[in-house]
């Protein structure tokens, strides 16, 4: 749901030449790993 909003968002930005794709990032406040990804064991345990 929230890609197609984006898409629309974008497409109607970019038609009007809105959009400078050289100033595109990531917020990594937002990104995050699930806990398996970053080692933890399944039972939360230590992996050390």
Known sequence: MFDKRLS???LHL????LI???LWEIDSTT???H???AGA???G???C
């Open 31 to 33: 990104v995050r790993a």
């Open 14 to 17: 970019n038609e009007d030449g």
């Open 35 to 37: 806990k398996s990804a």
């Open 41 to 43: 064991s399944e039972k």
């Open 45 to 47: 345990g230590t992996t």
């Open 8 to 10: 629309r968002i974008q």
């Open 20 to 22: 400078d794709y050289s």
